[in-house]
């Protein structure tokens, strides 16, 4: 069976030697999902790929009929909870897209399933697909794989950035606006370091795609050459490139923060020995300390080592007495050590409190 894995340690073999691996879903909570593809060994000539012209063994795919039974029996067990389902484009585009739309009709409608799926558009697919692709899962998505159609064009020659991936990302994104898809919207992914792109265009597409393409996330995939492809003999990206992306993009998505407010290098990159909250922080001296007890929303977001929560656990905190000392940093959960240096504590520097702790 042909099976697409995740990223990370705690993947496990199911019984039948799927990969199951946890996923997150939007809500937070974290489940075993089934990551498939519908068909190994693509006709596409992706660079970076294993799937690519063929694979490097021999191809093989799944009846709608086969995987759809499998994943249920998997469910029935209590092995998994959710299907991400994709697939090698083997047949054409369109032939493709319909193995899988078959297999979610038959979840949906046969087998009843009312939990999660993720749908992967394949590039190339008709809007009506799309269409039915919305109608049937829980997200959807396409991968742009490069932030440009010129650097798509190095990595991916079969694909056409503007008709294939573009155009269904956009239909998505007007089915959001219009209220016509009001699920688990829409994701992408980006592949790090195969198209000689700078981190300051990755993360320019990714801004653009939040706000223009209306996406739920934006994932990040740091190249890791796989023998017998083209990109073989270079070297691996390393993965801080790939965290500090994950960490901007949580700054532009949760933190408030717009694209002219990250650092990047005078090569246009972001610098690895950095996190670039903190960098963003150094360079405006005169936003800090902030009073803690008085600070708005907004500000405690700027502070290296407070996020989202922390800082709402702060303004719950406050309601009920002044904060005047480190601990209630840490019952916020905020990352105290890295936050004092940045706070007054009811009028007295956190930093220094942090001296004698």
Same mark, same amino acid.
């Given at each position: ?57 021999? /191809? ?42 078959? !297999? ?43 932030? !440009? ?80 492809? /083209? ?44 996190? /670039? ?81």
């Amino acid at each position: 069976m042909s099976c697409a894995c995740g990223p990370g340690q705690n993947r496990q073999r199911g019984d039948d030697g799927l990969w199951i691996y946890p996923a997150a879903l939007p809500s937070g909570q974290r489940v075993p999902m089934l990551k498939v593809l519908q068909a190994s060994g693509c006709e596409r000539s992706c660079i970076y790929c294993v799937e690519r012209c063929g694979g490097q063994v021999r /191809p093989s795919s799944l009846a709608p009929e086969q995987l759809a039974s499998a994943f249920v029996d998997l469910h029935r067990r209590g092995r998994v909870a959710g299907l991400f389902l994709s697939s090698a484009i083997r047949g054409g585009a369109v032939a493709t897209m319909d193995r899988m739309l078959g !297999t979610a009709e038959l979840l949906r409608g046969r087998h009843a399933f009312r939990g999660y799926i993720h749908l992967k558009m394949i590039p190339g697919s008709r809007p009506d697909q799309i269409d039915r692709a919305m109608a049937l899962a829980t997200r959807v998505s396409v991968n742009m794989e490069a932030p !440009t159609a010129a650097h798509l064009a190095r990595i991916a020659p079969g694909k056409n950035f503007d008709a294939q991936i573009l155009a269904p990302m956009r239909q998505v994104a007007h089915a959001i606006e219009s209220g016509q898809f009001a699920r688990s919207g829409q994701t992408t992914q980006l592949v790090v370091g195969a198209a000689g792109e700078l981190d300051r265009d990755v993360v320019g597409a990714a801004d653009w795609g939040y706000r223009e393409l209306k996406l739920a996330r934006v994932y990040y995939s740091a190249l890791q050459p796989v023998p017998g492809t /083209p990109v073989a003999e270079h070297a691996p990206i390393p993965f801080m490139r790939e965290h500090r992306l994950y960490q901007v993009d949580f700054l532009l998505r949760s933190y408030g923060f717009s694209l002219d407010e990250i650092h990047f290098d005078g090569a246009g990159a972001l610098p690895l020995d950095a996190d /670039p909250k903190t960098l963003w922080a150094s360079h405006h001296p005169e936003r800090f300390p902030v009073e803690i007890n008085k600070a708005r929303l907004e500000e405690l977001l700027r502070v290296p080592g407070i996020g989202p929560r922390s800082a709402q656990r702060l303004l719950r905190m406050r309601r009920q007495q002044r904060l005047r000392d480190v601990e209630a940093l840490r019952a916020a959960g905020a990352s105290w050590k890295v936050a004092s240096p940045y706070l007054l504590l009811d009028g007295r520097p956190a930093e220094r409190q942090l001296r004698l702790c």
